[in-house]
T-cell receptor, first 115, second 116 residues
């Protein structure tokens, strides 16, 4: 079945540094990638939607200059948390769809801790 | 208004018993899809079952079934013969409309604990 590989699974970084999270679709073309954020024991909140080759669409309240999303190819999308602060600590997870729109394939998530 | 409502923050069930997790939704679209996911403590999202708005039959996948009541806008998940490994967070989600760029909107989740 469809697989999305998300790396890293865990990362600890210092305040002020940037962190890049990658999501790769291994056996299908991810025309659309969704990026979610999840706080402990809470729901998944959509941060942005990206389509291959175009700029991401951010949800209200999400800082696009802080959470940079790149979807340069049909198999790779990245989320870069710039100038990270402790309040950015969270679980980030991506979800991909192909052009046919069959189902949503989730990555395994990235647990970010900013110290 | 909340698009997906899960009113049970936590549920307990005895091993081998059946359990129903509630989900109600709100949409004005005629075409929509309803999903249930399981999220263990590891964080991965495991797809369980899908129901399309035009599907006349309730969806079933092994021990999982979806009790779809369109008029009441409810899509409850029924897990039969609960197992200890079923202990996890369960999310109901909805896709409104059609097309590959439609996102999923999630409910607040239900933490299920299966007791031995």
């Amino acid at each position: 079945g469809a697989v999305v590989s998300q790396h890293p699974s865990r990362v600890i970084c210092k305040s002020g540094t940037s962190v890049k999270i990658e999501c790769r679709s291994l056996d299908f073309q991810a025309t659309t990638m969704f990026w979610y954020r999840q706080f402990p024991k809470k729901s998944l909140m959509l941060m942005a939607t990206s389509n291959e080759g175009s700029k991401a669409t951010y949800e209200q309240g999400v800082e696009k200059d802080k959470f940079l999303i790149n979807h340069a190819s049909l198999t790779l999308s990245t989320l870069t948390v710039t100038s990270a602060h402790p309040e950015d600590s969270s679980f980030y997870i991506c979800s991909a769809r192909d052009a046919k729109g069959y189902g949503y394939t989730f990555g395994s998530g990235t647990r970010l801790t900013v110290v | 208004a909340q698009k997906i409502t899960q009113t049970q923050p936590g549920m307990f069930v005895q091993e081998k018993e059946a359990v129903t997790l509630d989900c109600t939704y709100d949409t004005s679209d005629q075409s929509y899809g309803l999903f249930w996911y399981k999220q263990p403590s590891s964080g991965e999202m495991i797809f369980l079952i899908y129901q399309g708005s035009y599907d006349e039959q309730n969806a079933t996948e092994g021990r999982y079934s979806l009790n779809f009541q369109k008029a009441r806008k409810s899509a409850n998940l029924v897990i039969s013969a609960s197992q200890l490994g079923d202990s996890a967070m369960y999310f109901c989600a909805m896709r409104e409309g059609s097309g590959s760029a439609r996102q999923l909107t999630f409910g607040s989740g239900t933490q299920l604990t299966v007791l031995p």
